[in-house]
């Protein structure tokens, strides 16, 4: 079979930079890959952006500068051709998050890598805060960036929990109602970021106060329901643009993390999807009317009763 242009870019690439990787077993090859030395990462790219662009880059300042100037369609055309190098598994699963001293291989599955993730941030507000007070983990993810092959097609993907998917929503909402309320515009000067909200900047700040309050406590409720109700499910939704291939996939709760390995990710989430996202939709609805609601009571409870602190 003959290789595609993007497949024999990579090929390309590898043969001249690490030439016995094809003699290498299939897990040889992965764990060359996620230790991937930085300048034969560089060497690798160098010769895939030439294959690809015909732009000859001799210093890694200039494939810097070079990618600051790419088109969505070269990063696109980029990313796809250097996904095999990248990921792992099946679907040559890439999750671009920080990993530490280790490498996704550490993790079999993706609830392993988000409970050590969910240690990780722990640890490091305790660090911040001695009196830090760790809740229970009911699931991590929150927007987390990965790039897969989908019945082999590039894609990017974005990773969230229900109870994340649904803060999201409502973070979005609600920022959008904060600004029809209170008017306000940021201007960044030479020193500092002034506010103007028309003279109601302290309502606006208390405004905002609960407002951050408000979603805070629903997230934490959220992940508490979904948690107890362990339905155990994933949804898969095509959110691709004419310019850009891209799914969000939202987990339940900590069982269907536990239930997706990340060499098999596509697969073991298609095990447990779900065709009906509507009894999320319906929750999702609930949730942006109960914070239009609470931001419409707030902002009268703070025009009668609110009183600036002076000096």
Not at 18 to 28: I, L, M
Not at 55 to 76: C, G, H, K, N, P
Not at 122 to 138: F, G, N
């Amino acid at each position: 079979m003959r290789l595609n242009r993007k497949a024999a870019a990579l090929r390309r690439a590898l043969m001249q930079v690490k030439p016995e990787y094809y003699s290498w077993s299939v897990e040889a090859q992965e764990r060359y890959r996620v230790n991937l030395p930085e300048d034969e990462a560089f060497r690798i790219e160098q010769v895939v952006v030439k294959s690809l662009f015909d732009m000859t880059l001799e210093t890694e300042a200039q494939l810097d500068a070079a990618r600051d100037e790419f088109t969505d369609a070269q990063y696109l055309q980029l990313n796809a051709t250097l996904l095999p190098l990248q990921g792992i598994g099946d679907d040559y699963f890439f999750l671009n998050e920080s990993f530490g001293d280790k490498t996704i291989l550490d993790f079999p599955t993706l609830y392993d890598y988000d409970y050590d993730d969910y240690c990780f941030q722990e640890q490091a507000h305790v660090a911040e805060d001695p009196q830090h007070t760790a809740k229970p983990y009911r699931g991590n993810l929150y927007a987390h960036w990965a790039r897969l092959f989908v019945d082999g097609t590039f894609s990017y993907a974005t990773l969230f929990t229900a109870a994340s998917y649904i803060f999201s929503e409502i973070n979005d909402l609600g920022s959008g109602i904060v600004q029809e309320l209170i008017p306000h515009e940021y201007f960044f000067e030479e020193h500092h970021v002034r506010l103007d909200a028309g003279g109601h900047e302290a309502q606006l700040d208390e405004l905002q106060r609960r407002y951050v309050a408000y979603v805070g406590e629903r997230y934490d409720a959220l992940l508490t329901d979904f948690d107890a109700a362990a339905e155990r499910k994933v949804y898969i939704l095509d959110e691709s643009t004419d310019n850009e291939p891209q799914i969000d996939i939202v987990f339940t709760d900590k069982t269907a993390l536990q239930a997706v390995r990340l060499q098999h990710f596509l697969g073991d989430c298609r095990q447990i999807v779900s065709g009906d996202f509507d009894d999320l939709t319906t929750q999702i609805k609930q949730e942006l009317r109960a914070c239009r609601r609470y931001l419409d009571q707030s902002y009268q409870d703070i025009l009668k009763n609110f009183e600036p602190k002076v000096g």
